[in-house]
């Protein structure tokens, strides 16, 4: 392949106040090529996709397309250079037909109405195109998550894209459906289209990418030909360390079973049933939209059960709130923490110690020494990285504020923890001491349950995993017979 | 702004930070300096005592709807439950000759239950507050005007004089009032649990739901108080005019919530403290004092108001749009 540079980054630098997201990286992406982009959270691939877009600013370097060098891209500039991206989050309109998504901005013809039939048959032409059988007439809102990614290509094809960046694009996406996506990547590339890849999932970077990159901590790590690649040698890239360090191993050996859930339903689940003993790690795994943190919700009494039990120490609790959850000790680290577990504006005592102020008040005001004294208990042992106990929230990184959140189960001396997606959006080190953190609250006979999308950290800290399917129980896996193939074919409801 | 070095963006922000919460101390500050040099009869002791008796009222109520706010609600309709109770205390003390002692008491529980309405209808029908209340604003008004049927209710016992009109030492009643509701508003929103609940529901909704408050009665509670508080302000307004009129009141929302906003009550909720509050409260009192001294006609008044309100909540989401500039810049460094 003697292939054209269509884009290139030279010593591309982005500083936001105490880090530097890309730090003089360097980057080639050839005419015609499915070019995956690799890296932890954190590794500066989004830095980088939107510095290419134009959606910040670059504090040095040069991005090179086509025949010229630009200090600074806009998104404007990056659209006429035919440069589309996809972000994980759909740029559409729900309200709108599929086809007026898909030209909008765009006027087809010089009169003053719109075009509804030219461009109704334009869209199905593109459709036509891929081979799917969407109406252009539906509204996007009616749409499933695949069918709107394949709206959000037809937009940029429509476009006349020469270079596509798709972040995270199978994340929404069932098995077969990502099939059918890499089927139209596989066009686009015959076309000559360039496809930046951005994922985390291992396979599919091996499934349909020419060459691969890996970036971490903001800096360019190495690119790889895919086929003369393998796992381990990108997991090591990625993650820069052997993978075995990364979870520690813990003592005790769990006897003593501490809640059991006997058919439980609701909120989407039916009839689940496993149990957790005290000091196991036991995983939740599954595809999006199987059910997980669904589930999650139902034992935290976020949202209503419809059926079944749930057994705490032997005996049969009922939670119809998330304060008869907290009675229960049951806490919960919710996968979106921002939204779900933490007050930004306010600061980290406040935050640490809100579930259980009532508890530290006496006559309705607040002991403001006692509350100092827990905050600062809990910022040592989790070891929170923050000038002060008052600084807000918002101002700490990721793997802080995920520490913050679990503190805050641990002042309500949950003995059932709850971790769903406990290292999203958290960088590799913190990530690190998270692991370490559930270990040791294993160790101490916690209970816990934890929900991940990422296969690698389940297997690598779960002693049990539970495997859900489209809401329903789909198996449950020793550790002893863990592999991760067997896992997608249980995930995926092919076993 | 582009390539700003780190350093200058940090001071920016850090100016923006103190701005935001010594402005409103800084335009009250400056208004008094403009407007003793304008007017010599600004900065007299009479003057004073009667600017601070003329907001308090406002004041007082402001406490009421801050607190929701606060709670990311809203209330609009304060002055209608203004209109409402004092209308019914009025008929009851003129006509009812029911004692104060007594009449008292059943306006303040007539005010929290209209408080209290306003809570269920929020929870119940899951309607932003704003238009609940916008509903009920109209409801309690014309409910007030047909109970008023038109009348000027006099004949009031003398006396209920000294809620409005008396003195304790120096001090009005109303004045000694307000800085009482301040004082236990302001202990309670930063002392209580209570207070944390009441910051975490408009903060995060969610968040505090999950951390087991009840939100719905949080809501309810957090409208009971502000009708219980408005219904004290119509105690004393009506002690003030002496007579029962369907103006009474009318309208004192816009103030309240000018002066909520000025003092840096977050529209959103999650944030406020009431002496930014208070704060607020004395920049509408002096723009108001002021113009009256000057004799402007009270049509300027209304468009100076205006526009101070508008200044106010621009400044707000200024800083709130600035805010979040920040924050998107913020999310990929975290990564």
């Keep these: 392949m003697d292939a054209r540079v269509v884009l290139s980054l030279k010593n591309t630098t982005k500083r936001y106040p105490g880090v530097l997201a890309l730090n003089n990286v360097s980057l080639d992406f050839l005419e015609g090529e499915v070019h995956a982009l690799l890296g932890e959270n954190g590794a500066g691939k989004s830095t980088l996709i939107k510095a290419v877009a134009g959606a910040i600013d670059l504090d040095g370097g040069i991005v090179h397309v086509g025949e010229h060098d630009y200090k600074q891209m806009t998104p404007h500039l990056s659209r006429s250079l035919g440069i589309e991206v996809i972000y994980q989050e759909f740029n559409l309109v729900p309200p709108m037909s599929a086809a007026e998504n898909i030209f909008l901005g765009d006027r087809i013809n010089k009169s003053l109405l719109v075009d509804f039939k030219t461009m109704k048959s334009k869209t199905k032409e593109i459709f036509d195109l891929f081979k799917v059988d969407i109406d252009p007439g539906a509204l996007v809102q009616n749409l499933s998550p695949a069918q709107q990614q394949i709206v959000e290509i037809a937009k940029a094809v429509s476009k006349n894209v020469k270079i596509l960046i798709m972040d995270e694009p199978s994340a929404p996406l069932s098995v077969s459906e990502v099939d059918r996506m890499f089927e139209i990547i596989q066009q686009l590339k015959q076309k000559g289209v360039t496809v930046v890849y951005i994922s985390h999932r291992l396979e599919e970077v091996f499934k349909i990418s020419d060459r691969v990159t890996v970036m971490r901590d903001g800096r360019y790590v190495a690119t790889r030909l895919t086929k003369d690649t393998n796992r381990k040698e990108l997991i090591n890239l990625m993650v820069g360390r052997e993978l075995t360090e990364v979870y520690p191993s813990r003592t005790i050996i769990p006897t003593e079973t501490a809640i059991e859930i006997k058919n439980l339903s609701g909120n989407g689940d039916k009839d689940i049933s496993f149990s957790v003993k005290k000091g196991e790690i036991v995983g939740l795994s599954g595809l999006v939209g199987s059910g997980r943190t ?100 918002k101002n700490l990184s990721g793997g802080n504020q995920q520490k913050v959140v679990l503190a805050k189960s641990l002042a309500t001396e949950s003995s059932i923890l709850i971790f769903d997606e406990p290292t999203r959006g958290i960088d590799v080190g913190a990530k690190q001491e998270i692991y370490k953190l559930m270990c040791t609250l294993a160790n101490n006979g916690i209970a816990i349950i934890m929900v991940s999308c990422d296969m690698e950290e389940l297997l690598g800290m779960s002693d049990r995993i539970v495997v859900l399917c489209e809401g329903k129980m789909a198996g449950e896996v020793k550790k002893e017979q863990f592999s991760q193939d067997y896992f997608l074919d249980l995930a995926s409801g092919t076993h | 702004m582009k390539n700003q070095p780190a350093f200058l963006s940090n001071l920016g922000g850090k100016i923006g930070l103190t701005m935001r919460k010594y402005a409103p101390l800084m335009i009250l500050i400056g208004l008094v300096i403009l407007f003793s040099f304008l007017s010599p009869n600004f900065m007299t002791a009479y003057n004073i005592r009667i600017l601070v008796r003329q907001v308090s009222f406002a004041a007082i109520s402001a406490v009421g709807v801050m607190f929701v706010m606060i709670g990311g609600g809203i209330d609009l309709s304060i002055g209608s439950q203004i209109v409402f109770t004092n209308i019914v205390l009025a008929i009851m003390m003129a006509y009812g000759k029911i004692p104060p002692i007594l009449a008292i008491p059943i306006c303040l529980l007539l005010g929290t239950t209209l408080g209290l309405i306003n809570g269920l209808l ?214």
Excluded at chain 2, 151 to 172: A, E, K, M, T, W
Excluded at chain 2, 205 to 227: D, H, P, Q, S, T
Excluded at chain 2, 236 to 259: K, M, P, Y
């Design chain 1, 294 to 393: 669904e589930l999650a919700m139902l034992l935290c009494g976020a949202v209503p059960i419809e059926g079944g039990e749930i057994w705490v120490n032997g005996k049969p609790i009922k939670i119809k709130s998330p304060a008869d959850a907290i009675k229960h000790k049951i806490g919960l680290l919710p996968e979106d923490r921002k939204a779900h577990g933490l007050f930004l504006e306010m600061g980290v005592k406040w935050n640490i110690c809100f579930p259980i102020i009532r508890g530290l008040s006496k006559n309705g005001v607040v002991d403001r020494k006692k509350e100092t004294q827990i905050a600062k208990k809990y910022k040592e042992q989790l070891d929170i990285k923050t000038p002060s106990l008052e600084q807000q929230l």
């Design chain 2, 122 to 335: 929020v929870i119940k029908l899951k309607i932003h507050p704003l238009i609940i209340t916008l509903g009920t604003a109209q409801i309690y008004k014309g409910i007030g005007f047909i109970v008023a049927n038109s009348r000027n209710i006099i004949g009031l016992p003398d006396s209920f004089r000294v809620f409005g009109q008396g003195y304790l030492g120096p001090i009005p009643v109303p004045v000694c009032v307000m800085i009482v509701v301040a004082l236990i508003g302001s202990f309670v929103l930063t002392r209580t649990y209570f207070g944390r609940y009441v910051f975490a529901l408009g903060g995060n909704e969610e968040a505090a739901r999950l951390a087991g408050v009840n939100i719905n009665r949080m809501k309810v509670i957090l409208f009971v108080i502000c009708g219980f508080i408005s219904s004290i302000t119509a105690v004393l307004l009506l002690s003030r005019v002496f007579a029962g009129q369907t103006t009474t009141g009318l309208g004192i929302e816009f103030d309240c919530l000018t002066a909520a906003l000025l003092g840096g009550v977050s529209f959103k909720g999650g944030e406020g403290t009431i002496f930014g509050l208070i704060t607020g409260v004395l920049i509408i009192g002096v723009l108001n004092n002021a113009m009256q001294l000057a004799s402007f006609p009270d049509f300027y008044q209304n468009v100076v108001k205006g526009a101070v309100l508008l200044i106010a909540v621009g400044f707000d989401v200024y800083q709130k749009t600035r805010k979040a500039r920040e924050t998107i810049a913020r999310v990929p460094a975290q990564g």
